[in-house]
């Protein structure tokens, strides 16, 4: 078996287990982890830079959260990606950034144009079970 870092040990509890509670406490520790350094540094830097140029390879945005946590640099990115032209970015970006308990930027995709954006973002607080946005999520089921 590799040797698995933090990083990955949150990203397996947090993709495999469907309990409430695990998935709270991976949530947790993705948020304590901080910065991202060593190797990981380099991956995430790595990863960013080959999305900010264009790699259409959705996966590796879709497992940027459970692979670095909460580090400032992804969460800039993400919420870079929510004004995306592209509605599968702007899909990834808001469940990953709730993903990560970090809600409120991806909040404004409930005035997205596009139905399935909005959907994206009801179904990402309906599975993370977040309550911040509840009023708001209103809103796009009457369109």
């Not at 940027?64 to 640099?73: A, E, M, S, V, W």
């Not at 997205?112 to 959907?119: H, I, N, Q, S, T």
């Not at 179904?123 to 079970?129: A, I, L, P, Q």
Request: proline fraction near 6%; aromatic fraction near 6%; hydrophobic fraction near 40%.
């Amino acid at each position: 078996m590799p040797a698995w870092g933090h990083y990955s040990a949150a990203n397996f509890l947090y993709r495999h287990f469907q309990d409430d509670q695990v998935q709270a406490a991976a949530r947790a520790a993705l948020k304590r982890m901080g910065p991202a350094t060593g190797e990981m540094e380099t991956r995430l830097l790595a990863d960013l830079s080959a999305l900010r140029n264009g790699d259409a390879a959705l996966w590796r945005m879709a497992n940027l959260g459970r692979n670095y946590g909460c580090d400032p640099r992804l969460l800039e990115y993400l919420q870079e990606s929510l004004d995306s032209g592209d509605k599968q970015v702007r899909m990834i970006a808001v469940s990953e950034l709730c993903s990560l308990g970090e809600p409120a930027p991806g909040l404004k995709m409930e005035a997205d144009p596009l139905p399935e954006v909005r959907a994206r973002l009801c179904e990402t607080f309906g599975r993370n079970r977040e309550q911040s946005g509840a009023e708001v999520l209103l809103s796009p089921v009457s369109r």
